[in-house]
């Protein structure tokens, strides 16, 4: 085959990781990029949401060592997420610390 029977490559082949999501690359476009590097996506999310009463001493051992841990909570604390654990806290123990910012 010739060098002229190959098909031009498109000026638009390249796709950059900030766009895909890659873990590790940060992301400013919707805020969510540190969801790609959270560890509570890489394992079971009942643990995240147990039943009411349920044990919560799993989720929380897992976000203990997430690096992504402050901005899960900061966006539980904006979008006042009312279930699971978010940032290592309980919707409780999140309802508590608004409270006792103002």
């Known amino acids: 085959m010739s060098e ?6 498109p000026s638009n082949w390249f796709v950059d990781p900030v766009y895909l999501g890659v873990p590790g690359v940060p992301q400013d476009d919707d ?6 590097d959270a560890l509570c996506a890489q394992t079971d999310p009942e ?7 349920g044990s919560t001493r799993e989720a929380k051992r897992i976000c203990d060592t997430c690096e992504v841990r402050s901005e899960c909570l900061g966006y539980a604390l904006e979008n006042d997420e ?10 409780r123990e999140r309802r508590k610390l608004r409270r006792d910012a103002v």
Do not use: D, N, T
């Not at 643990?47 to 009463?53: I, L, R, S």
């Open 47 to 53: 643990a995240f949401f147990p039943e009411k009463g």
């Open 31 to 36: 805020g969510l990029a540190w969801q790609a």
């Open 4 to 9: 002229s029977s190959h098909a031009p490559v």
């Open 82 to 91: 009312r279930f699971g654990i978010w940032g290592g806290l309980s919707e």
